[in-house]
C-alpha cells in the first residue's frame, strides 16, 4: 500500500467510524422521530437486551478508535495485519453500520437487519484473514493482539447477536408456530443457536472473549 493510500484508509477509517459514533448518539436523542432505545421497547422479544446492555457499542467504539490511532503509528506502515487484514473492510463495516441506525430509526426493518448483517459479513472476511493461518503466517505481538484481535472480536460477537436479533424482531409478529406464543418460541430459537454459534466461535479462534460477549 503506497502513501497515497495509507492516507485515504485512514481517512475513510476516521470519517466512517465518526459517522457511526454520531449516528448513534443522534438516534438516542430527539433529532429522529423515535430514539433507538424506545424502538427496542416497542418490538420488544424476550431477548431483547436490558437498554444498558447496549452501551457495549461505546465500548466498541472506543476499542476501533484505538484501533485507527494504531494503524497510524510509523511501526506499522507495513504492518499486515493493520492494513491487508482489515483496511477496506472495516469502513465497509462502518458505513452499514450508519445505514442500519438510520433504517432502524425510520423502522425499515428488513433494510436495517439487512445492513447489520452486511456489517457482519464485512468483519466476518476480517476475521477469517486475522484467524485462518493460510491467509496471514506472520508472528502477531502483544499490541496486535490487544489493538487490533481484541477490538474486532468484541465488534464481531456482539454483530453476531444483533444480526439475530434484528432478523428475529423483523419475523416477530408474523409467526405462529403451533400456537405457541411468538416471543417464547423465537427466544428459545436464539438462545439454542447462539449459544452453539458462540461454543463454535470460540473454538475456532481459540480466544474467549466471544463467550463474555454472549454472557453480556
Known amino acids: 500500500m503506497g502513501a497515497c493510500g495509507e492516507w485515504v484508509f485512514h481517512a475513510a477509517g476516521f470519517v466512517s467510524l465518526g459517522a457511526a459514533i454520531a449516528l448513534a448518539v443522534m438516534t438516542n436523542s430527539d433529532f429522529f422521530p423515535k430514539p433507538f432505545i424506545q424502538e ?3 418490538y420488544h422479544l424476550l431477548i431483547t437486551p436490558w437498554g444498558a446492555t447496549f452501551l457495549i457499542w461505546g465500548l ?7 484501533y485507527l490511532i494504531y ?9 499486515v495485519f493493520v492494513h491487508e487484514a482489515v483496511s477496506l473492510f472495516f469502513v465497509f463495516a462502518n458505513i452499514f453500520q450508519c445505514a442500519f441506525y438510520v433504517l432502524w430509526t425510520y423502522e425499515f426493518l428488513w433494510a436495517a437487519a439487512a445492513s447489520i448483517l452486511l456489517a457482519w459479513a464485512s468483519v466476518l ?7 485462518i493461518p493460510s491467509t496471514l503466517k506472520l508472528p502477531r505481538g502483544a499490541s496486535d493482539y490487544w489493538l487490533i484481535y481484541v477490538p474486532f472480536q468484541v465488534y464481531f460477537s456482539w454483530l453476531s447477536f444483533s444480526v439475530v436479533l434484528y432478523t428475529c424482531i423483523s419475523l416477530y409478529g408474523n409467526l405462529d408456530i403451533r400456537g405457541l406464543d411468538n416471543s417464547v418460541f423465537i427466544c428459545g430459537l436464539i438462545e439454542i443457536g447462539l449459544a452453539a454459534y458462540f461454543v463454535v466461535l470460540m473454538g475456532l ?10 454472557v453480556w
Open 40 to 42: 427496542h421497547e416497542e
Open 60 to 66: 466498541i467504539y472506543a476499542l476501533e478508535l484505538l
Open 71 to 79: 494503524a497510524l503509528l510509523p511501526s506499522n506502515k507495513k504492518n
Open 125 to 131: 472476511v476480517i476475521i477469517i484473514r486475522l484467524y
Open 205 to 214: 479462534t481459540g480466544e474467549p472473549l466471544p463467550g463474555l460477549v454472549y
